[in-house]
């Protein structure tokens, strides 16, 4: 599993350090966690890492359904489920 490094900034250095902080995020890929009176409040990512977070996500919950499906036996044979494609692809053709 990839592991995104992180840090600890105040909410200050976000107003003060503004450009600091988007080169670290950006150049280091790590995520930059603002605090308010010392707790965490938001997390400040590159906008290509949160891309490939996002990316990850979606097919993370697709491999969850695609279990669920074999799990409860929603499944299909591969051969009918390519003949219902070609014949989809023949139908818009």
């Known amino acids: ?11 200050a250095d976000l107003r003060n350090h503004y450009n600091e902080i988007s080169k670290q995020c950006r150049e280091n ?3 930059v966690i603002i605090t308010v009176n010392g707790r ?3 997390v400040s990512l ?3 890492e949160y ?8 097919l ?8 669920e499906d074999v799990k409860y ?8 489920t390519f003949d219902d494609l070609r014949k989809m692809l023949r139908e818009e053709a």
């Open 40 to 42: 965490g409040d938001t």
């Open 60 to 67: 993370l919950e697709i491999l969850t359904e695609s279990d």
């Open 51 to 58: 891309k490939r977070m996002k990316s990850r996500i979606e």
């Open 29 to 31: 890929n790590e995520a």
């Open 73 to 80: 036996g929603r499944t299909a044979p591969i051969k009918d």
């Open 1 to 11: 599993m990839l592991a995104i490094q992180e840090s600890i900034r105040p909410s």
């Open 46 to 48: 590159s906008y290509e």
